[in-house]
């Protein structure tokens, strides 16, 4: 008989599609999802003192400092936003962008023991990297929530709309734009080892390039279109916008800032799709 | 009724020779410029060959198929390709040319305990390396008194693994993978793990797998007799090629034989190296002279080594391994096995004999292959790898009563000392 008179299960091949993404393995695998997340979360602060509350101790006194630095020394301003809230969403949703990038980056060299030696669909770990990273994200909105409800009581003219549902649709669209770079980057590290480390430090670079500690619209107009083509200035204006109801963020930049996720995840996925098959030889 | 399960067509696994690149992305980009504008590449040194156009087919021009049920043992020297195509079957890495189709789910068990995180527990661990190799948590809710009583991890299970033993670690990670429900499982040297003990419980539940539960089975191991308990039939691999495929015991002695007739063939010289260079590696008689036929057990058979030495070194040492027809290493033995000042090298020529004692082999041929080594330190000829190979193939004499003339069973035939008192 010749082989394709055979009902397969798998076929291996030299050449499959760069995009197929195998869903339904995906599907397939979600408890071994679920137990990636598990491992991450549980595992990074074992044998450590404060466990857990490491998610919480980063960004308050990251704000405590910020407040310190850029509103009393630097002056600059806030919108009229309370600075405590301003800068701690900045913070929040700053560092949820940057963690899940630097970790997408290196997903590749952490995972190459495992990469080499079973297979599962590798797609896997990105995305249980996306939710272990929304879970810690969500601890840290959790106690900003409690402290802008501690604002609303104590008089300040919260903005409370029906627009806070959007807030999900945002915080998943960071979460793609930083996962399609993120895979971008660890395709070129299993090459160029470096590439990571220079990454880790563009990007506390990059923190002062976009509105993360001031808003868009203390920055003077020779510089706006450097931050227009920056998408995730729209991104972190979205936020705080539908936070405060500040910011002065267009739908140009929305429409953009969208575009490039698209285009970044799926270079992202095509990337990962193409080294995922040959990086055992390479790394 | 047709019950292929797996089928490969053509398959073919090409590796580019040294690094793929410079590492450096400064050197890539300059490499690739001037390829492009068709100049010298700065980036290579005096003589070197473009590295892009060296390479080799780690495996080339494979075909076969394996029907339901059946055990396979793949054989073949190291880096004949064997991890290879097992890593192209269990989808680790892909082939460069051909295609592979597969009936059913596929474990494979291709380094025991991979994905185990040292601070979980060992039953977050069970849960996390069972998810890793395909299993659904209910799966492994099913199993997991199976498991642990297997793994005889038991109190400990909730303990990190970080803190287990290293043959606690390798007993949890085999106990998964060995309850894994699979249609087909790919097991490379598994059980060159753990205790002697361990290893022979390893080798039932293997064989449970298959024989009882009718899994198809493909397995890699050095060791001959393990194939050959597991497996009826095999491959044999050679540089990447298939040279031999059939039942277990054909294989084993093709492979043998294909391992000696390549050795025979050799130049001594190539074993040469900066302590010694060989000049000599042959079987001789009690007279020195040179043995070609067979040989009655009742005679001594010497090993006959020429070595004419560069260098000396205090741990170094040299001697030979045998194996027998199945593969089966009988013995190693070494010069300094047994140890003494002035019975030892010295610079310059030097001629060792090494007895093969009389009585005491079964009748059979044998391969015996050549051993240096700066004993715990490094190998200069590893007779597991290449190493120059000779042939002795004992019949008669086994015992001096008329009884027994031809082959006895058993792995030795000693004539020992009886006495009787009446």
């Known amino acids: 008989m010749n082989f394709d008179d055979y009902q397969w299960d798998t076929v291996i091949e030299a050449k499959q599609s760069p995009f197929s993404v195998g869903l339904k393995q995906i599907v397939e695998y979600r408890d071994l999802i679920l137990l990636f997340v598990r491992r991450d979360i549980a595992t990074t602060y074992k044998q450590t003192i404060l466990g857990p509350l490491w998610y919480l101790f980063q960004p308050i006194f990251s704000t405590i400092m910020f407040i310190i630095v850029f509103r009393h020394v630097a002056n600059i301003g806030t919108e009229g936003v309370p600075p405590v809230l301003f800068y701690s969403v900045g913070i929040i949703l700053w560092s949820f962008f940057t963690s899940l990038l630097t970790s997408q980056a290196r997903v590749f060299y952490s995972n190459k023991d495992i990469f080499g030696k079973v297979y599962f669909p590798r797609l896997t770990v990105p995305i249980a990297l996306i939710i272990s990273e929304l879970i810690k994200f969500m601890i840290q909105f959790a106690v900003f929530v409690i402290v802008y409800l501690v604002f609303l009581f104590n008089g300040y003219a919260g903005f409370a709309s029906l627009k806070l549902l959007l807030l999900p649709l945002v915080v998943l669209w960071t979460a793609l734009l930083s996962t399609g770079l993120g895979l971008i980057v660890s395709s070129i590290t299993t090459r160029y080892r470096d590439l990571a480390k220079a990454l880790e430090y563009f990007l506390s670079l990059f923190m002062y390039a976009a509105p993360v500690v001031y808003p868009l619209s203390e920055v003077s107009d020779g510089f706006m279109p450097f931050f227009v083509f920056n998408p995730v200035t729209a991104i972190l204006e979205c936020f705080r916008n539908l936070c405060f109801g500040t910011s002065e963020v267009s739908l140009f930049m929305i429409l953009y800032s969208i575009g490039c996720t698209v285009i970044f995840l799926l270079a992202g996925i095509l990337l990962f799709n193409k080294n995922e098959k040959v990086f055992v030889d390479v790394i | ?422």
């Open chain 2, 1 to 422: 009724m047709d019950d292929v399960v797996i089928k490969a067509e053509n398959i073919g696994k090409y590796y580019r020779l040294g690094q793929i690149n410079t590492g450096m992305f400064y050197s890539d980009a300059r490499s690739w410029m001037s390829r492009k504008l068709g100049k010298e590449d700065k980036t290579l040194k005096i003589g070197e060959e473009l590295k892009d156009k060296t390479g080799f087919w780690a495996l080339d021009d494979i075909n076969f198929e394996i029907k339901q049920g059946d055990r396979i043992g793949i054989i073949g020297k190291n880096g004949a390709g064997k991890s290879t195509l097992l890593k192209i079957l269990s989808r680790v890495t892909a082939p460069t040319k051909g295609r592979i189709g597969i009936r059913g789910n596929v474990a494979s068990l291709l380094e025991v305990g991979t994905g185990f995180h040292p601070e979980m527990t060992g039953r977050e661990n069970i849960y996390l390396n069972g998810a890793i190799l395909g299993m659904k948590r209910a799966e492994i809710n099913d199993k997991l008194d199976e498991i642990i009583a297997f793994s005889e991890i038991n109190e400990h299970i909730d303990t990190p693994v970080k803190r287990y033993s290293s043959g606690m670690y390798v007993r949890l990670a085999f106990a998964i993978a060995a309850n894994l429900e699979s249609d087909i499982l790919i097991a490379d040297e598994v059980l060159a793990v753990g205790d002697a003990e361990f290893q022979k419980r390893a080798l039932g539940k293997m064989n449970d797998l298959s024989s009882k539960q009718g899994r198809t089975v493909l397995f890699v191991s050095h060791r001959m007799n393990a194939v050959k308990t597991l497996c009826q039939n095999g491959i044999v691999l050679d540089k990447g090629r298939i040279v031999h495929q059939g039942n277990i015991d054909s294989c084993i002695t093709k492979y043998q034989s294909r391992m000696y007739d390549k050795e025979a063939s050799k130049d001594l010289s190539l074993y040469n190296n900066e302590f010694f260079d060989l000049q000599g590696y042959t079987l001789v008689d009690r007279d020195g002279k040179e043995v070609t036929g067979p040989v009655e057990n009742s005679e001594s058979v010497f090993v006959r080594i020429e070595l004419d030495m560069k260098k000396v070194h205090n741990a170094f040492t040299t001697g030979y391994a045998i194996y027998n027809a199945d593969g089966m290493l009988m013995y190693w033995s070494y010069l300094t096995d047994d140890y003494d000042e002035d019975n030892n090298v010295k610079p310059g020529k030097n001629v060792l004999t090494g007895e093969i004692p009389a009585h005491f082999l079964n009748e059979g041929e044998y391969y015996i292959y050549f051993s240096a080594s700066l004993h715990y330190i490094q190998w200069l000829v590893n007779p597991e790898e290449d190493s120059p190979c000779l042939k002795l193939h004992i019949q008669g004499g086994l015992s001096e009563s008329p009884f027994w003339t031809i082959k006895r069973p058993g792995l030795c035939a000693p004539v020992v000392k009886w006495k009787v008192k009446n």
